[in-house]
Nanobody, 124 residues
Framework: QVQLVESGGGLVQAGGSLRLSCAASGDTFRTYSMGWFRQAPGKEREFVAAVSWSGSTAYYSDSVKGRFTISRDNAKNMGYLQMNSLNADDTAVYYC?????????????????WGQGTQVTVSS
């Protein structure tokens, strides 16, 4: 149905920036809500951000609000997470997520489709 592949992770110093990309295969992606989650070692996977199918509505966790920006380009079947002012607490594997429900379902129940993750490491 939909396959998701993340890229753009890596090592960055505290205060720096990264942009993560989520490449989607499947002609229904443009109708799906999508979002980002992250998981650090020994911790639960947590919600980061979500955006509606049209890009008109976005939600963020309190910990990233004002620093991260979620966006998408449906013509390219791509989703993005721009991460600024990174700190050590942002170190985690970041996962792209998508599903057919309304945007709030990304946070509450999560979408059906997951990428395999990309590592983000912030050094101090």
């Amino acid at each position: 149905q939909v396959q998701l592949v993340e890229s753009g992770g890596g090592l960055v110093q505290a205060g720096g920036s990264l942009r993560l990309s989520c490449a989607a295969s499947g002609d229904t992606f443009r109708t799906y809500s999508m979002g980002w989650f992250r998981q650090a070692p020994g911790k639960e996977r947590e919600f980061v951000a979500a955006v509606s199918w049209s890009g008109s509505t976005a939600y963020y966790s309190d910990s990233v609000k004002g620093r991260f920006t979620i966006s998408r380009d449906n013509a390219k079947n791509m989703g993005y997470l721009q991460m600024n002012s990174l700190n050590a607490d942002d170190t985690a594997v970041y996962y792209c997520n998508a599903g057919p429900g309304a945007v709030w379902t990304i946070k509450t129940t999560r979408g059906q489709y997951w990428g395999q993750g990309t590592q983000v490491t912030v050094s101090s």
